[in-house]
Nanobody
Framework: EVQLVESGGDLVQPGGSLRLSCAAS????????MNWVRQAPGKGLEWVSF????????YYAESMKGRFTISRDNAKNTLYLQMNSLKSEDTAVYFC???????????WGQGTQVTVSS
């Protein structure tokens, strides 16, 4: 059974940092690219970042460039999202999702809540 379990969400002050983790199981992790996606309160899903199978290619939404860093440890079957210089508008539930067929997302985690507030 494919499972993705996010962790690391918390309440943080503006300008602070957090590192999210996504533990993968039930499939060969390094066979798949991965994404982070978020959903702010009352809003739709927003793509955050993409990482290729071996981590050699990464992409970010414009508003996250320079502040967020996606990475993966294939030996640990874990995906990460390092978030720095957090802003109130980064408040959201953050999901990790597996990529298939180049762009579709077939499995999602349950999400982890990030709240940026003073």
């Amino acid at each position: 059974e494919v499972q993705l379990v996010e962790s690391g969400g918390d309440l943080v002050q503006p300008g602070g940092s957090l590192r999210l983790s996504c533990a993968a199981s039930g499939f060969t992790f390094d066979d798949y690219a991965m994404n982070w996606v978020r959903q702010a309160p009352g809003k739709g899903l927003e793509w955050v970042s993409f990482i290729s199978l071996n981590g050699g290619s990464t992409y970010y939404a414009e508003s996250m460039k320079g502040r967020f860093t996606i990475s993966r440890d294939n030996a640990k079957n874990t995906l990460y999202l390092q978030m720095n210089s957090l802003k109130s508008e980064d408040t959201a539930v953050y999901f990790c999702a597996r990529v298939v067929n180049g762009w579709a997302l077939d499995y999602w985690g349950q999400g982890t809540q990030v709240t940026v507030s003073s």
